[in-house]
C-alpha cells in the first residue's frame, strides 16, 4: 500500500512516514522538482529485493528506521 502526499516539506513527509495510521510505513520518496511525498509499505526497492514498489527517476528514497 502507498499514501501520495503534496505540498509537504522533506521533514513533514519523514513525519507521516512515522505517523500515518493504517500503513506500517517502512519508506517514502520526496520529489522535489513534483513537490510530491509518497509513503510506503515497502523497503526502498534494491537489486536484492524486487518489489512493486516503484519511485519516480526524480525523486529520493528513504527507509524508515
Known amino acids: 500500500s502507498q499514501v501520495k502526499f503534496t505540498g509537504l516539506s522533506i521533514d513533514e513527509c519523514a513525519q ?20 510530491t511525498c509518497q509513503i510506503s509499505e515497502y523497503m526502498a526497492p534494491t537489486k536484492e529485493n524486487n518489489t512493486e514498489y516503484d519511485p519516480d527517476e526524480y525523486c529520493d528514497i528513504y527507509e524508515s528506521k
Open 16 to 35: 507521516r512516514c512515522n505517523e500515518q495510521l493504517g500503513i506500517d510505513c517502512k519508506s517514502f520518496d520526496y520529489c522535489y522538482l513534483l513537490g
